[in-house]
T-cell receptor, first 116, second 113 residues
Framework: AQSVTQLDSHVSVSEGTPVLLRCNYSSSYSPSLFWYVQHPNKGLQLLLKYTSAATLVKGINGFEAEFKKSETSFHLTKPSAHMSDAAEYFCVVSDRVGGATNKLIFGTGTLLAVQP | DSGVTQTPKHLITATGQRVTLRCSPRSGDLSVYWYQQSLDQGLQFLIQYYNGEERAKGNILERFSAQQFPDLHSELNLSSLELGDSALYFC????????????FGPGTRLTVL
């Protein structure tokens, strides 16, 4: 079965410093992996998606993630945090249920706080 | 804005009641997914419809049901509500049935008192 583990429930950084949100995955086949962001009282927004085309994936708002098969990791990074990045981030793996169905399996989330 | 709409935004009701949540997918998307986000269970897949037919079920309770209509909007019906059903319910849509990029609506926050 597919699963993802987010290694930190809370991360706090100062504005202008790098962000690292860690995610490990478990998959019996080549996975599709995603990062979604949820701002307070908002819906889920897709940040980026990995589907085996390139191991380094660039997303919106300066975020990127690197797929490392040897480490079964898909960590999210950003060189310089902005106050508006404060939100909850979810690492997600797509699970083929059967036929033409993909359900998303969410990690437990990492709450990112950005200090001024 | 993802293009997926959900109504209502908030819903407050009492235990034992029945409610209906509505979702309109992005224009052209045939597949609709429902997810539940609660404090104790996190984000969980409930059910998927494609072009009016049920395609997959996840951790959906028997008290819950869904359907997708010919105009592709979907409704999630929750009955005999319990306090533990209080959660944020998200709808997502994707362009093709096996498409794994899903676009989420803003959610409906259900509070059961």
């Amino acid at each position: 079965a597919q699963s993802v583990t987010q290694l930190d429930s809370h991360v706090s950084v100062s504005e202008g410093t790098p962000v690292l949100l860690r995610c490990n995955y478990s998959s019996s086949y080549s996975p599709s992996l995603f990062w979604y962001v949820q701002h307070p009282n908002k819906g889920l927004q897709l940040l980026l998606k990995y589907t085996s085309a390139a191991t380094l994936v660039k997303g919106i708002n300066g975020f990127e993630a690197e797929f490392k098969k040897s480490e079964t990791s898909f960590h999210l990074t950003k060189p310089s945090a902005h106050m508006s990045d404060a939100a909850e981030y979810f690492c997600v793996v797509s699970d083929r249920v059967g036929g033409a169905t993909n359900k998303l399996i969410f990690g437990t989330g990492t709450l990112l706080a950005v200090q001024p | 804005d993802s293009g997926v709409t959900q109504t209502p935004k908030h819903l407050i009701t009492a235990t034992g009641q029945r409610v209906t949540l509505r979702c309109s997918p992005r224009s052209g998307d045939l597949s609709v997914y429902w997810y539940q986000q609660s404090l104790d269970q996190g984000l969980q897949f409930l059910i998927q419809y494609y072009n009016g037919e049920e395609r997959a079920k996840g951790n959906i309770l028997e008290r819950f049901s869904a359907q997708q209509f010919p105009d592709l909007h979907s409704e999630l019906n929750l009955s005999s509500l319990e306090l533990g059903d209080s959660a944020l319910y998200f709808c997502a849509s994707s362009p093709i049935p096996g498409g794994d990029t899903q676009y989420f609506g803003p959610g409906t926050r259900l509070t059961v008192l």
